[in-house]
């Protein structure tokens, strides 16, 4: 039977590197190993939509070989995770083979939510680094586009598309982009943004089957498109928490302030973690990049035996062309929004509860910061 790692991390994104990392500096001396599905050494995903796609130069790379090889991080690429057996304190790849922890982070991250329509099979999804490529290579040759889905990850990727000189559509099935998650103001605002991108906006139309030239809608219309990207959102992949008995809620791993799940010495990280956060004072979902670095990082700490807590205000970038979105807050919900328009950009404040809980802005930094505040602090805004 091989050596027992210190740890084991089950995914090579933002989550299971940053909790290697963090278990490596306060462990110098014990086996860390990385296990992941992807062949790729392991990149950053908002690049792919807000740059790759759009031909600017990027750096997808999270780190070289060398930055693995001189922490000793073993990063064991293309085997996929099949089973963890908790008596056993072992994860069980597909094959068969057996690795042994100490501890472990389940950080597998999201899978796609598939596109349900006949013909699903023509789109192209924009989940990983193969998929990125295979959608600039397809774009090289394509005079025309529609994007599925009208999310964050949609949104940059039409602007990208339109901004390459294709003609895009963008169909959404609401009548705004990103209604059910920012409102009808912001969404009214982020489809001039897509506009202006040179993005058309089909709202209220559902696709009901792709085409090898494009795509079939509800009305009875149709679309063209050389190129299909489906971009219809994603779900945490709990799978193998969930058949392992540990405690799940509504699809995520439940896990406390610390990352620890409801096993022992097993913690989780990212978009697969329903975690406790101590500012908001109670569970906070979230699958944003910088969130999930975060959580990886305390449950390594934790699992070395230095716990720590997750208390930061999440929030991400979003980019529409030229424009740079900004949203900080819980994103779990809001009872009333206030649209404040600037020269220049707007900012929309989120309140439930007689507090803010969120803002999204567009060349409002002041507000971008005074929301940091007013979020963490449990405040109202103030009518001033």
């Known amino acids: ?7 084991i991390a089950v995914g090579s994104g933002p989550a299971g590197i940053s909790a290697a990392a963090a278990f490596r500096e306060r462990h110098p001396t014990l086996r860390v190993q990385i296990l992941t599905a992807d062949p790729a050494l392991p990149y ?18 999270l780190h070289t070989a060398d930055w ?6 073993e990063l064991v690429r293309g085997i996929t995770v099949d089973h963890v057996d908790l008596d056993a304190r072992e994860v069980v790849t597909r094959g068969g083979r057996r690795y042994a922890y100490w501890n472990l982070v389940l950080a597998p991250g999201a899978t796609p939510v598939p596109l349900d329509v006949p013909g ?19 774009a090289l040759h394509a005079r025309t586009a529609v994007v599925i889905g009208g999310g964050l990850i949609g949104c940059e990727a039409a602007a990208c598309l339109a901004g390459n000189g ?5 169909v959404a099935g609401e009548p705004v982009p990103l209604q059910r998650r920012f409102g009808l103001d912001a969404g009214e605002r982020i489809a001039k943004l897509l506009s202006d991108c040179g993005v058309r906006f089909v709202g209220s139309a559902r696709v009901v089957e792709v085409c090898d030239d494009g795509v079939m809608l509800d009305d009875g219309g149709s679309l063209d498109g050389d190129l299909v990207v489906a971009a219809t959102g994603v779900r945490p992949d709990a799978r193998l928490a969930e058949a392992a008995g540990i405690r799940t809620r509504g699809g995520r791993i439940v ?3 610390h990352m620890h799940t409801s096993a022992p010495n097993v913690f989780a990280a990212g978009d697969v973690a329903l975690a406790h956060n101590v500012t908001a004072g109670r569970p906070i979902p979230t699958e944003h990049w910088r969130d999930a670095a975060d959580q990886g990082e305390i ?15 999440p929030g991400f970038h979003c980019a529409i062309g030229d424009a740079r979105l900004k949203y900080r807050g819980w994103g779990t919900g809001h009872e009333r929004t206030r649209l404040v328009e600037h020269r220049d950009g707007f900012t929309v404040w989120y309140e439930a509860g007689g507090e803010v809980v969120g803002v999204l802005s567009l060349n409002a930094d002041e507000d971008y910061r005074l929301a940091a505040e007013l979020v963490g602090t449990h405040l109202p805004l103030s009518d001033g």
């Not at 740059?51 to 750096?59: A, M, N, S």
């Not at 693995?68 to 991080?73: N, Q, S, V, Y």
């Not at 023509?122 to 397809?138: E, F, K």
């Not at 449950?299 to 205000?313: D, E, L, N, Y």
């Open 44 to 61: 950053a995903k908002p690049p792919l939509s807000k740059d790759f796609l759009c031909g600017r130069d990027h750096h997808v790379d």
């Open 166 to 170: 294709i003609v895009t559509t963008m």
């Open 255 to 257: 896990v406390n302030e």
């Open 1 to 7: 039977m091989a050596t027992s790692s210190g740890l």
């Open 299 to 313: 449950a390594g700490a934790s699992a070395a035996g230095q716990p720590a807590v997750w208390a930061k205000v």
């Open 120 to 138: 699903a099979e023509n789109a192209l999804q924009l989940r990983s680094l193969a998929d990125a490529v295979t959608i600039r290579m397809t």
């Open 68 to 73: 693995f090889d001189r922490r000793r991080l």
